[in-house]
């Protein structure tokens, strides 16, 4: 399945979008679009399909997701038959952001929640259950109104300790301080030679450090090794193939970096919980039922 881009267009005198949609199905529509998305799924229970990530939800679902991260919900049980399904959908830019936190420093801490929502963000039940009572209360809102809301509910997201990732890679958005244009220098090497076998040396040098003090910087940054890191990449790019492509999965594995199929049918087991050949089926069987 390739993804469907998306055009989001703000009306005149908005600096973000708001949709408030009563559906009687969430129909599955693969898509993605260059702003964040935030997204609060009530009276319905079905899954969501998000990068490599395949999950259930159920209502009161809480999902914060970065720009250009491939994604959809897929849902036909209503838990109250006689009400509609509903989404609240809140689009917002990275500028957006940028300009908030650069105008407003008790708002810094939008730009760490933008940095991490890079993967998509689920957030833990207490945050979820209070976040999504102010959103529900936006579409009843004069337009001025419902920007303070937004923060409010954005600032509790953003001290959400317990708000997990849910897809594997993501573009990290880009910001102006030395260290994390560092970062960017090594991710930006990784993200275009992943496939290939990459010394640790050759990392260090593009951040100027020496190896131990890499090894530091980037769990310091990235919250994972290296090695892992770059795992990822490889298991990422091999879902994106088996959800997009009919390619063998000895192709993708190949394609991904991996020169022996059997430890990558063990590392893509142990990342994803299912085989590629398993994690293929349930995408398309996903698509065939909503389509």
């Given at each position: 399945m390739?993804?469907?881009?998306?055009?989001?267009?703000?009306?005149?005198?908005h600096s973000w979008g708001l949709l408030w949609r009563e559906?009687?199905?969430?129909?599955?529509i693969w898509h993605y679009?260059?702003?964040?998305?935030l997204t609060l799924t009530v009276n319905a229970r079905g899954q969501r399909y998000i990068g490599d990530h395949l999950g259930d939800f159920e209502p009161g679902d809480l999902v914060l997701l970065g720009p250009n991260l491939p994604h959809t919900w897929s849902a036909s049980e209503r838990i109250d038959s006689s009400r509609p399904m509903l989404a609240?959908?809140?689009?917002?830019?990275?500028?957006?952001?940028?300009?908030?936190?650069a105008s407003f420093p008790e708002l810094h801490s939008l730009r760490h929640l933008a940095a991490r929502a890079g993967p998509a963000l689920h957030f833990s039940p207490a945050t979820s259950a209070r976040s999504a009572a102010r959103l529900l209360q936006l579409n009843g809102l004069p337009v001025p109104q419902r920007l303070p809301l937004l923060l409010d509910v954005l600032l509790e997201?953003?001290?959400?300790?317990?708000?997990?990732?849910?897809?594997s890679m993501a573009q990290a958005p880009r910001h102006a301080d030395g260290p994390q244009k560092r970062m960017e220098s090594v991710l930006d090497f990784m993200h275009a030679h992943f496939r290939e076998d990459i010394a640790l040396d050759t990392l260090a040098r593009k951040a100027a450090l020496s190896l131990g003090a890499?090894?530091?910087f980037f769990k310091r940054h990235?919250?994972?090794?290296?090695?892992?890191?770059?795992?990822?990449?490889?298991i990422g790019r091999a879902c994106q193939q088996l959800i997009e492509s009919d390619l063998a999965i000895a192709v993708i594995a190949q394609e991904a970096g991996y020169r022996n199929l059997a430890h990558f049918n063990r590392q893509f087991r142990a990342a994803k919980q299912a085989t590629p050949r398993a994690f293929r089926r349930q995408y398309r069987r996903a698509g065939k039922t909503t389509a």
């Open positions: 390739t993804p469907l881009f998306e055009q989001v267009t703000l009306p005149a005198g559906l009687d199905t969430i129909p599955f679009h260059p702003q964040f998305e609240v959908v809140v689009w917002f830019s990275l500028e957006w952001v940028e300009r908030l936190a997201l953003a001290a959400d300790g317990e708000a997990r990732p849910l897809a890499f090894h530091r990235a919250h994972c090794t290296p090695g892992d890191y770059l795992a990822r990449l490889r």
